[in-house]
């Protein structure tokens, strides 16, 4: 079996495999101070609840835009599990060519996001990923990563309103009754959820204006669901995509 590992800021995202076929998913919060042996416990861990151990893994393949965390991540999978990742960096075969300034910048994620969007639905494409940053990527018919956008990510948005503006409460991401919100609360949600759709159909609009009417829409990450149920602007919701890009880049690379 295969284990995918997606290191972001927020949450690391973990698959296990069995062929083509995803078995078992989990989110887990993103801790910074975490050393390599706790990570190895948490991982194994989380295999013996599917009822797995080390022995039933053929492999690894990680993706991570914390650099600092990547070496314990490592250190942890080569310690408990005995198993060396195989890391998504420079060298390693994606089969998407990258065309950005500096292919070097584009986060692992993003990567793995083209080349799942690529294989799975076909070009263009425009490929959102809700995580801490939301990122907006352009992939054309020829399975080309061509740039995109970034901007803060909703639940980073919240936070810098509650710790920024003195009046402000913190508040849950959840739908408002009206648009027009008649509290502080519903006011502030109106603002994150409504505005952001609006955000994104905006950015959407533009997207397909220089990929061409046929762009598909496909979102990822923890906040897709979310956001597409309020917008037609959204074509496909892939939650695993970048564990996706994680396995069929390790099968590029065996």
């Not at 080349?115 to 799975?120: F, M, Q, R, S, T």
């Not at 905006?202 to 009417?213: I, N, P």
């Not at 598909?216 to 906040?223: F, P």
Request: aromatic letters at 6%; proline letters at 4%.
């Amino acid at each position: 079996m295969l284990l995918t590992i997606d290191i972001g800021n927020t949450n690391l995202t973990l698959g296990l495999y069995e062929g083509k076929t995803l078995k078992s998913h989990w989110r887990l919060s993103t801790d910074h101070k975490r050393m390599p042996d706790e990570y190895g416990l948490q991982l194994l861990g989380v295999l013996h609840q599917v009822g797995c151990d080390e022995e039933c893994l053929t492999g690894i393949c990680l993706a991570s835009v914390v650099p600092h965390l990547t070496r314990h991540v490592e250190q942890a999978c080569e310690e408990y599990l005995h198993i060396k990742p195989l890391i998504v960096d420079v060298g390693v075969k994606t089969g998407v060519r990258i065309l950005y300034e500096d292919p070097r910048a584009v986060g692992a994620d993003r990567v793995a996001d083209a080349v799942a969007v690529h294989k799975l639905y076909g070009g263009p494409a425009c490929v959102i990923d809700f995580g801490t940053a939301t990122t907006f990527n352009a992939v054309n018919a020829q399975g080309e990563y061509l740039g995109g956008a970034i901007t803060a990510g909703i639940n980073l948005s919240a936070s810098a309103l509650f710790q920024h503006a003195a009046k402000l409460p913190p508040v849950d991401l959840a739908r408002p009754p009206s648009v027009v919100g008649k509290n502080t609360v519903h006011a502030m949600q109106s603002g994150l959820l409504f505005g952001y759709v609006s955000m994104v159909e905006g950015m959407v609009s533009r997207f397909r204006e220089e990929l061409g009417a046929e762009m598909k829409v496909v979102a990822t990450g923890g906040l897709a669901k979310s956001i597409a149920e309020e917008t037609d602007a959204i074509d496909i919701i892939a939650p695993w995509l970048t564990l996706e890009g994680l396995r069929l880049i390790w099968e590029m690379n065996q």
